[in-house]
């Protein structure tokens, strides 16, 4: 096949997007899940393992709420809920194996035992020869607490449950020199081997009025997907045609090559997928000790506290001019202030308790220059 790149796959996040599952109003689009789901079923029939990020909650409950006017955000989420169980029905119906409802948001891959409980629930689902269905928890899930696309969703899932493979399914043959709705005469790259800012440059939005993020968020989900060491391939999920060439491991869409180098899955939960909750402000020392000697951060280091946050919570370590890491609070806001400049030996007697010696573990920390 000519442009076609060859890779190899063994456990793989399929992300269906809303325009894909709601159709193009000329073909139905349940020939589309009808064509996914037997793609799906040959690939675990070859021994692979996938979870499902499906959108089109929304879209399926449309009807019923909301057809002929823009719908508030409580309508959306009241679509969402209709539209979620037509939606698991619908793909229930194609296969024999039980279909796993997982309704996610961006707090729950916050938290530190919620996402041990999502990949332990992951893992448990696939040893039972489950199908997981991953689609964002919209009914619970105000505008600041969602990862907001399916796309950057489906980049999280494949990070937590240890993918190797993103594979997005939308309605566009892959990624364009620029948005063919718009230019006919871009043209497909068959291969991004890097995630430059000028690649960045060719995304525009969603092509549908069922879409959400289009292409942009196509591009942060494979860059997550790249820096965590997985490969991720756009197709067109509406041309029969794809599938095969996935399953023998033949991209015809983009394939965005993975880094090498890719990070630890705990080091990617700490910088892409925790919120800084307050910072505090060290010296250059502190910050010497942190880059080059790889050395967990003490109260003696801090020079200030900002913003409240409690021990366990994700805070940013900066020094006057530039962010230098994130890592876990060992102790509150409030501890740390009290905290600051001393030596670790006056810990307990100033706090009256101690939870150690040391503000951050090296552990609990990733650091962040260069970016
Ligand atoms: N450079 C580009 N290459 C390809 N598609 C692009 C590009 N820029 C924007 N798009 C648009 O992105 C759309 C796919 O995203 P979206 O509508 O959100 O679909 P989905 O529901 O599958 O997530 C395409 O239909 C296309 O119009
Ligand atoms: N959670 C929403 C999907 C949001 C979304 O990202 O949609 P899409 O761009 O079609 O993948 C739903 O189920 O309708």
């Known amino acids: 096949m000519e442009g076609a790149t060859q890779f190899k796959w063994q456990r793989a996040v399929v992300k269906v997007g809303s325009a894909l599952v709601r159709g193009d109003g000329a073909a139905d689009p349940q020939h589309y899940v009808a064509r996914i789901a037997g793609f799906i079923e040959a690939a675990l029939a070859q021994g692979k393992e996938i979870i499902l990020v499906s959108s ?209 899955a705990r080091s990617q939960w700490l910088k892409h997928t925790l919120k800084s909750q307050g910072e505090v402000l060290v010296d250059e020392g502190a910050a010497d000790a942190l880059l080059r000697r790889g050395a967990s951060l003490l109260p003696s280091g801090i020079v200030d506290v900002i913003g409240q946050f409690h021990s366990g919570d994700a805070i940013t370590v900066r020094t006057a001019q530039r962010v230098i890491a994130k890592g876990l609070a060992n102790y509150s806001a409030a501890d740390l202030s009290q905290l600051k400049g001393l030596r670790t030996s006056q810990i307990a007697t100033v706090l009256g308790y101690t939870r150690g010696d040391v503000a951050i573990h090296r552990d609990d920390l990733i650091l962040l220059t260069g970016q």
């Open 56 to 264: 089109g909650s929304v879209a399926a409950g449309k009807d019923h709420i909301a057809v002929y006017h823009q719908p508030t955000i409580a309508e959306k989420q009241a679509m969402a809920a209709i539209g979620q169980m037509r939606m698991m029905a619908n793909w229930q119906q194609y296969f024999s194996r039980p279909c796993a409802q997982l309704l996610l948001t961006y707090g729950d891959l916050h938290h530190r035992t919620r996402y041990v409980n999502i990949k332990n629930t992951l893992r448990e689902l696939l040893k039972h020869s489950a199908l997981p269905i991953v689609n964002e928890n919209d009914t619970v899930a105000v505008n600041e607490l969602k990862v907001g696309d399916n796309d950057n969703l489906a980049a999280y899932t494949a990070m937590i449950a240890q993918a190797d493979t993103l594979f997005i399914l939308s309605d566009i043959d892959g990624l364009f020199t620029a948005d063919p709705r718009r230019d006919p005469g871009a043209t497909k790259i068959p291969v991004v081997e890097t995630i430059t800012p000028d690649i960045h440059r060719l995304a525009g939005g969603a092509g549908s009025s069922v879409g959400t993020g289009g292409m942009q968020t196509k591009l942060q989900a494979a860059e997550k997907c790249a820096n965590s060491g997985i490969q991720t391939v756009i197709v067109n999920g509406r041309q029969d045609s794809v599938f095969e060439p996935l399953l023998q491991g033949v991209s015809p869409g983009t394939l965005f090559l993975a880094q090498q180098s890719g990070q630890s």
